[in-house]
């Protein structure tokens, strides 16, 4: 873990965090090209060649995981992991809940209503990464909240996935799970073979291939969003600094291309932070490839500096001192509030969902929530008194446009003007 100042020779390596992108994919974009339409055109036949070859899935396994295998997964689960995958679906049910939006009516003059009727999407496809680490908790992220937005087909697609990913299917009820992973997963999703029905929407994260086909298919199928590699900020100026470097080395150990940086006006503050990133990290092989070439302790010149270039880099998650801190943080993904909200702990069971922006997206954007399977479909009626209220000054618009049968059509129901 580095340390820079904002100042003098570190101030390029500072700027260059706020200009990051997430390009892990593009170098395997023509082959993750060529895999997707193979899986497009091919169907069946090429979704189960590519299955053999890249996820390394035998033939003669199954392409959709019976409801049985998920039901002996969750009996074959140790009561307390049942007990923690109940804990944590109930809490992420229950920030979902809160999240969903009402329908509304509106009167915005007499003889005309306006309103909003929110519509879950018809199907999702939920992918559940299960490379270096099985990830029961990604499961319960994407099909929770389409579960409350109310979408009616869920489907989830995974390569390995862990008997806990399977047993936390079982428990959420999802009966449509296929054992594929990658690109070849993605374009099944997107465009449908023989053995999956396409979905109207894809999401949760994957590896530069995963990622690549959800850019490649973008115009075809709904996504998310394109994650990149897990990012975490710690911005404080009274950190403890065991706690600052328990979660550093926690989000590192996600991927050797995680970023970790800590921001600070303190330089004692940062050289102990840097002290304690190391002692943890030891032992911890991918940890400490991500701190070595993407873990940073930077020192401000002022707070004020320290907090603009934190929403700059518009971290995934981020760390601050206090509560007070939450008026000036305007880009981040989740938000961690003193030193004893641990970031893993909203990884899994706190509610708030951990499918987050990375690569600066979270200057436009949050997180995955309910929001993200529903569509908002917008009402309109009128009388003819409404018409005659509102008529006339929609024709002169319409006259300021140069649109004649515009106002040709309002004129037809009455409307002067």
Request: net charge positive; with cysteine; hydrophobic share 45%.
């Amino acid at each position: 873990m580095k340390l820079l100042r904002t100042s003098g020779r570190g101030a390029d390596a500072v700027a260059a965090l706020t200009d990051r992108r997430n390009a892990s994919y593009e170098s395997v974009l023509p082959q993750t090209l060529r895999i997707v339409e193979s899986v497009r055109r091919g169907g069946d036949p090429a979704l189960l060649r590519l299955r053999a070859k890249l996820d390394r899935i035998s033939p003669q396994s199954l392409l959709r995981i019976p409801e049985v295998d998920l039901e002996l997964a969750w009996e074959s689960t140790p009561e307390p992991t049942r007990q923690a995958l109940k804990i944590a679906a109930r809490n992420i049910r229950a920030f979902a809940a809160r999240q969903r939006p009402r329908n509304f009516d509106l009167k915005p003059a007499p003889g005309v209503t306006t309103g909003q009727r929110v519509i879950p999407l018809a199907s999702v496809g939920c992918y559940v990464p299960s490379g270096r680490y099985p990830l029961p908790s990604t499961l319960l992220m994407t099909v929770i909240p389409a579960q409350v937005a109310g979408v009616e087909r869920i489907v989830v697609t995974s390569p390995h996935p862990a008997r806990e990913t399977l047993a936390a299917a079982a428990m959420l009820g999802v009966t449509e799970f296929y054992r594929v992973g990658g690109a070849q997963a993605i374009a099944a999703l997107a465009y449908g073979t023989e053995s999956m029905p396409r979905v109207d929407k894809i999401v949760g994260p994957g590896n530069a291939w995963v990622t690549g086909a959800k850019k490649l298919v973008a115009f075809d199928c709904a996504i998310d969003m394109l994650a990149g590699p897990t990012e975490a900020v710690v911005t404080s100026e009274i950190g403890d600094p065991a706690s600052v470097a328990a979660d550093l080395v926690a989000q590192a150990e996600h991927d050797p291309y995680a970023l970790a940086i800590f921001i600070t006006t303190q330089p004692s503050l940062a050289k102990a932070v840097i002290t304690e990133v190391k002692r943890r990290a030891r032992g911890n092989t991918i940890a400490t490839a991500a701190l070595t070439n993407h873990g940073l302790a930077i020192v401000a010149r002022s707070v004020q500096e320290a907090r603009d270039l934190t929403n700059r880099v518009a971290p995934e998650h981020l760390t601050v001192d206090s509560a007070a801190d939450l008026a000036w943080v305007r880009n981040a993904g989740s938000v961690f509030v003193g030193r004893w909200s641990a970031q893993p702990l909203g990884d899994y069971i706190t509610g708030p969902n951990h499918t987050l922006p990375t690569s600066g997206l979270a200057r436009v954007r949050g997180g995955l929530s309910v929001l993200d399977f529903l569509k908002f479909i917008t009402v309109q009626e009128y009388s003819r008194q409404g018409v005659q209220q509102l008529g006339p000054a929609a024709i002169r618009l319409a006259n300021a446009e140069g649109l004649e049968a515009h106002a040709a059509a309002i004129r037809a129901r009455g409307a002067r003007g």
